[in-house]
């Protein structure tokens, strides 16, 4: 149980272009789902907190602006990274959070952006 | 936001029994302890997640003292497919949720 899904896995751009990427739970509801970003060797940086049916929270210095989040149901959130440049290149995860005990939180596979 | 401190890396042999250690001093109350597991350009896996004395699992164990300042991470013989980082996290109530902020982790490399 528990499993978030990502979509796409990797995704290659040009520089100007909006890249879309999805996030899912897929066997349960999740009112809330993160976004991180990580760079290469380096831990992952929470970037935004996406509610359900309202508008993401954003962590100091992510330009809401330039990462669109949109969370408009209970299994899916989606992030926009908007004209995308070379420096937006980075691994980016999401994440569910379960509900209740612990306040555990599920992580999706990651997508790999890189912008050319 | 509290934060966690766990040794940057450690080495260790197949078969052995590594624990890994992290300082959580200024845990509140109703926060938990949750471990992770990441392989790289792969995202964080579930391990164990407790809140007091010790939990265990079919991969890990978790003992977390009676002052809850620490937690420590058990893996019983370990095998070279262990080889990562592994990141402790209490989650913090941030914004009107609950919320993670990943420290370092702890590289762990297993030798043959």
């Known amino acids: 149980g528990a499993v978030v899904s990502q979509h796409p896995s990797w995704v290659i751009c040009k520089s100007g272009t909006s890249v879309k990427i999805e996030c899912r739970s897929l066997?349960?509801?999740?009112?809330?789902m993160f976004w991180y970003r990580q760079f290469p060797k380096q831990s992952l940086m929470l970037m935004a907190t996406?509610?359900?049916?309202?508008?993401?929270?954003?962590e100091q210095g992510v330009e809401k602006d330039k990462f669109l989040i949109n969370h408009a149901s209970l299994t899916l959130s989606t992030l926009t990274v908007t004209s995308a440049h070379p420096e937006d290149s980075s691994f980016y995860i999401c994440?569910?959070?379960?509900?209740?005990?612990?306040?555990?939180?599920?992580f999706g596979p990651g997508t790999r952006l890189l912008v050319l | 936001l509290a934060k966690t401190t766990q040794p940057i890396s450690m080495d260790s042999y197949e078969g052995q029994e590594v624990n890994i250690t992290c300082s959580h001093n200024?845990?509140?109350?109703?926060?938990?302890i949750t471990w992770y597991q990441q392989f790289p350009s792969q995202g964080p896996r579930f391990i164990i997640q407790?809140?007091?004395t010790k939990v265990t699992n079919e991969v890990a164990s978790l003992f977390i003292p009676a002052d809850r300042k620490s937690s420590t991470l058990s893996l019983p013989r370990v095998s070279l497919s262990d080889t990562a980082v592994y990141y402790c996290?209490?989650?913090?109530?941030?914004?009107?949720?609950?919320?993670?902020?990943f420290g370092t982790g702890t590289r762990l490399k297993v030798l043959a």
């Open positions: 996290l209490v989650a913090r109530l941030g914004s009107g949720t609950y919320k993670y902020i």
């Open positions: 200024n845990i509140a109350t109703n926060d938990y």
């Open positions: 407790g809140y007091k």
């Open positions: 066997d349960f509801q999740a009112t809330t």
């Open positions: 994440s569910a959070r379960l509900a209740g005990y612990g306040e555990t939180q599920y």
């Open positions: 996406s509610n359900e049916g309202s508008k993401a929270t954003y």
